[in-house]
């Protein structure tokens, strides 16, 4: 079993390195469906590293954690998504990219699009503007662009923007998927592999695209006979309460997402704005199947369940040598969405969804960014409610020169 693993296992790179460049053996099993070379992948790779290590125990619960942050380039896992899109866009000759984002993804995809000579086309919601680091658009090859319009909106304008420009609109989903197949790889190699049994995943989640990816890999190992299912984690999926229509529908019971679970988000409320996804029922029932699958439960956290367990959460971490990196100009926590995990996990153990005697393992997917100084970004251009989305699609053209 651990030779049938290691033969999609490149030892040239370590997984501190880069997860991409240590399991790329699996990406063409993924219905990735793009002839990727190693060369490829090294062309757009900076550093997408992460790590497993034994954080703490909280009320008889082990909790490791698998750090998808410190060793990133830009200090989430979304470096996975923006590496293996620079390399697909490189690969297969495009020029310029259309993109959406809470913000991470964005702030990644103008990194390495850098180093990959792709021009981006980056929209994100407003409410995430002070995450947005200066330094990182410092170049001619990315514009950004701005958006006071509700999240739903934000999609539709950069869609339509690429549409009406003739401009690839990314990423596709099968690209989502594909990514986070190597985050599977990395836990099935340091965790499984050594027979350090994991009891629970568990992951902050805003449409839950990445543990899709994750649990679509191991169930393609275990039908390879690879991977025992008994190994397989249960999945413990935590949302913001301000804005939890997946927690909604799993709890009331049904099959599909109505209009009723993705109503009544509150974005004022959110812990952390880049979690802004309002209609995640594209995804809504393959996480359903996941868990009938191999079981779990998804809860909300609230703004009283966060002030009550953060600083537990980050004294955990600062035992273990880390600190969350924190925006100097309004000094607080850059990305909160780590910390929620963290807060969930403690609320399940509260709750008695994860018993004593368990094992979880952390997903840790952002908080560590490294920041030489911070000035917060100013956007190439804002858009805004005063007019309409088409409207808006032929002011674009007309200011970034594409009429």
């Not at 658009?137 to 549409?163: C, M, N, Q, S, Y």
């Not at 971490?317 to 969405?337: K, S």
């Not at 997903?363 to 804002?382: A, M, W, Y």
């Amino acid at each position: 079993m651990k030779q049938t693993i290691k033969t999609y296992v490149d030892e040239d790179t370590a997984a501190e390195q880069s997860l991409i460049l240590r399991y790329h053996h699996v990406l063409p099993k993924q219905h990735l469906n793009i002839p990727l070379s190693k060369e490829d992948l090294l062309a757009s790779s900076i550093s997408e590293g992460a790590r497993i290590f034994p954080l703490t125990q909280y009320r008889g619960v082990d909790i490791w954690v698998c750090d998808e942050s410190s060793l990133m380039a830009t200090g989430t896992y979304k470096d996975l998504d923006a590496c293996l899109m620079a390399a697909i866009a490189k690969h297969t000759g495009l020029k310029s990219i259309v993109l959406s984002s809470g913000g991470n993804l964005g702030y990644a995809m103008a990194r390495y699009a850098q180093k990959a000579g792709l021009f981006v086309y980056f929209f994100h919601p407003k409410s995430t503007l002070h995450k947005l680091d200066a330094a990182n658009f410092d170049w001619d090859g990315v514009k950004v662009i701005t958006v006071d319009r509700p999240e739903r909106e934000v999609k539709i304008l950069a869609r339509e923007f690429a549409d009406t420009y003739r401009l690839a609109h990314v990423p596709i989903l099968d690209w989502r998927f594909a990514a986070s197949t190597v985050r599977a790889m990395h836990i099935v190699e340091q965790l499984f592999m050594s027979q350090r049994q994991v009891d629970w995943l568990a992951q902050t989640i805003c449409a839950g695209f990445g543990p899709v990816g994750v649990y679509n890999c191991w169930s393609w190992l275990v039908r390879e006979r690879v991977l025992p299912p008994k190994l397989v984690p249960k999945f413990l999926g935590i949302q913001q309460a301000a804005n939890a229509p997946i927690v909604r529908a799993w709890q009331s019971k049904e099959g599909e997402m109505t209009k009723q679970h993705i109503g009544g988000h509150t974005p004022e409320r959110y812990i952390e704005p880049g979690l802004y996804n309002t209609n995640p029922s594209i995804n809504y029932s393959n996480l359903t199947n996941l868990l009938d699958r191999y079981g779990g439960n998804f809860l909300a956290v609230g703004a009283d369940d966060y002030r009550t367990y953060e600083e537990i959460v980050i004294g955990w971490f600062r035992d273990a040598g880390f600190e969350f990196t924190i925006n100097p100009q309004t000094e607080e926590i850059l990305e909160r969405a780590g910390i929620l995990t963290g807060v969930g996990i403690m609320k399940a153990i509260e709750q008695g969804v994860v018993k004593q005697g368990a094992r979880v393992l952390y997903l840790l997917t952002g908080g560590f960014r490294v920041l030489s100084s911070f000035e917060r970004l100013q956007p190439d251009l804002e858009v805004n409610k005063a007019y309409s989305i088409p409207h808006w699609v032929d002011c674009l053209g007309i200011r970034l020169g594409l009429k």
